[in-house]
């Protein structure tokens, strides 16, 4: 069984910062993408950003300059750094990696089970 687990949420005020973190855990061969997705109520969850194996990293236009994700193969985590936060960014972040377990051939998709970011004053 393999997992993935967010933490760092909470309330902030608009301008300021937070770093969500996600660790993978379990029977764990390799890692290959890494992501992290939102979503506000009564809207579609959305791509926030994703980090590649040669960390090639991809934004989006929402959250460019303001956000920054990166990756720790060794503790199997990654992070998302996010500056300059606007109240449009309330949502539960989730946690998302394709990872190959111990024993397989192939990647499956992962999800977490998210983590509330609030930004409000």
């Known amino acids: 069984q393999v997992q993935l687990a967010e933490s760092g949420g909470g309330l902030v005020q608009p301008g300021g910062s937070l770093r969500l973190s996600c660790a993978a855990s379990?029977?764990?061969?390799?890692?290959?993408?890494m992501a992290w997705y939102r979503q506000s109520p009564g809207k579609e969850r959305e791509l926030v950003a994703v980090i590649r194996t040669g960390d090639s990293t991809t934004y989006a236009d929402s959250v460019k300059g303001r956000f920054t994700i990166s990756r720790d193969n060794a503790k199997n985590t990654v992070y998302l750094q996010m500056d300059s936060l606007k109240p449009e960014d309330t949502a539960a972040y989730y946690c998302?990696?394709?990872?190959?377990?111990?024993?397989?051939?192939?990647?499956?998709?992962?999800w977490g089970q998210g983590t509330l970011v609030t930004v409000s004053s």
């Open positions: 998302n990696a394709d990872i190959k377990r111990r024993y397989e051939f192939f990647y499956v998709e992962v």
């Open positions: 379990g029977s764990i061969s390799s890692i290959n993408r």
